[in-house]
């Protein structure tokens, strides 16, 4: 009994540092996706101006990449892995349809078909993914305990 209660505060050591490790790299990945729509922003308002405008869209989405980036650094809680995984998962599945599927425009969302890949969308992908998986397995690594989502 005894050797269990001394275990138990290094596995939460652990567990608490590989849940910080990966608030950080779910941060940076948010953050490469927020850097990536802020540069190209302009260009894809030019490209895409129907309804809100492709560079409007993509100011948007780095806004809230940053926002999700911030929250999940801060608090760490299930809430703040899950709406970090929505924020890079939905980006990253916007790139990929953006690059294989012609989408029509949907209500104020333009059309935005470019059916190729160049290094800084290639970049981004790549930074969304990862941290939209990390996200995930961040949320269902948070201990019981704090299970309730804040």
Known sequence: MARKAARRPAAHGRSTALLMVLRVIIAVGLAVDAYVHFVLAPQY??????????GNLFRIQAVVA??????VLVRGSRLSYAIAAVVALSAFAAVVLSVYVQLPQIGPIPAMYEPLWFFEKTVSAVAEGIAGVLAVVGFFLVPRKDAALR
């Open 66 to 71: 940053i926002l999700a980036a911030i929250y």
């Open 45 to 54: 308002q030019f490209a895409y101006p129907d309804g809100i405008g492709g």
